[in-house]
């Protein structure tokens, strides 16, 4: 990022531990490269199972990827048992 770019505040201190699942998700962005070009993916994952309790696939990387695969993670683990 630019160096004039606001950086998130680091609220878990890089502690990426949880005694219980939906205590502490984490997330990732990526890029494939595929034959027909590029593709973005977006993971939630659960700290405490390593799960990947949301995800997306999208052709554009805009905020909708990131927001879709929340929502997903939110859904699942509010519709799980």
């Given at each position: 990022p630019a160096p004039e770019t606001d950086r998130p505040a680091d609220l878990v201190e890089r502690q990426f531990t949880a005694s219980a699942p939906n205590?502490?998700?984490v997330a990732d962005i990526?890029?494939?490269?595929?034959?027909?070009g590029w593709?973005?993916?977006?993971?939630?994952i659960d700290v405490?199972?390593?799960m990947v309790v949301g995800w997306q696939v999208a052709t554009s990387l805009y905020t909708d990827l990131a927001l879709d695969a929340?929502?997903?993670?939110?859904?699942r683990r509010r519709h799980a048992g």
């Amino acid at each position: 990022p630019a160096p004039e770019t606001d950086r998130p505040a680091d609220l878990v201190e890089r502690q990426f531990t949880a005694s219980a699942p939906n205590q502490l998700w984490v997330a990732d962005i990526t890029y494939i490269r595929t034959f027909s070009g590029w593709v973005y993916a977006a993971f939630v994952i659960d700290v405490f199972s390593r799960m990947v309790v949301g995800w997306q696939v999208a052709t554009s990387l805009y905020t909708d990827l990131a927001l879709d695969a929340l929502e997903m993670a939110i859904w699942r683990r509010r519709h799980a048992g």
